[in-house]
């Protein structure tokens, strides 16, 4: 059967959709399973887009930064530096401090560049490690703005999940376990691990929800109503598509925040280094007449 042979390729098809997809050829909705499959598809590609989109400018921004300050230290300021030795100017504090990074960057490049690849390797092992992996997210959610925009995509995550394996009537303890694989930040996951483990004890899932603060509270009482009513998965749908234009507002927010902020830095330091160099022209030229 196709759901048969779409479970030979797990790499290729995660497991939300291969359950769907048997569930579906089971009751011979197959088709209303596939457009709930690629709507599903959709809005969470769109959601990752729209977070990745707004990491992507202060990035440029930063490398920008630091490409025009690097450059400005290796190659401009030391063919002015002969300039100012030969003509005796007087050099202000700031200039001194230039030109003494500037040296060390000659003097000391390939101890940086092996000091920063030794922190960037080190990091890059603490982030794979459980505990490191853990901190990392921990901290993430904690963070001002960013924090809140990635608690709320994993809950939207967690709505839209749980709406449509609800509505393919697949069982509770089942669904719990597709999300979990599927949640990235693994303090949510602990959170959503430690619902499932109550959930099989016998308390619902409304209740070990409320129990934790990651959660909203708004979510815990659509989940509460839809536990009620029977109405699981077209509250938790609808919740999801709240969620979704939240973190858009909140997204839009945030870049409207980091532009100016960046430009700022960025006309600072790069200014801060104009003006070091352009001080002692003026006794350049101040002696030159």
Known sequence: SFSQAIERHPDAFPQVYRRMLGVGEQTGNLEVVLRQAATYLEKERTLVKKVSKAMIYPSVVLLLALGVVTLMLTFALPSMVDMFDEFGADLPVTTKLLIAISNGFASYKLHLLAVVLAIAGAASWGVKQPAGRRNLDRLLLKMPLMGSVSLLREISHFCRTMAMLVHAALP??????IILQTTKNTAVAEALEDVRTKMLQGQGLSQPMAQ????PR???????????TGTLDANLAALADSYEYEVDEKISKLVSMMEPALMLFMGVVVGFIVISVIMPMYSV???ME
């Open 172 to 177: 509770m303890p089942e669904i719990m376990d």
């Open 218 to 228: 708004l979510l815990v009482q659509t989940v509460a109503v839809g536990e009620e």
């Open 285 to 287: 030229m101040g002696k």
């Open 212 to 215: 934790n603060q990651v959660f």
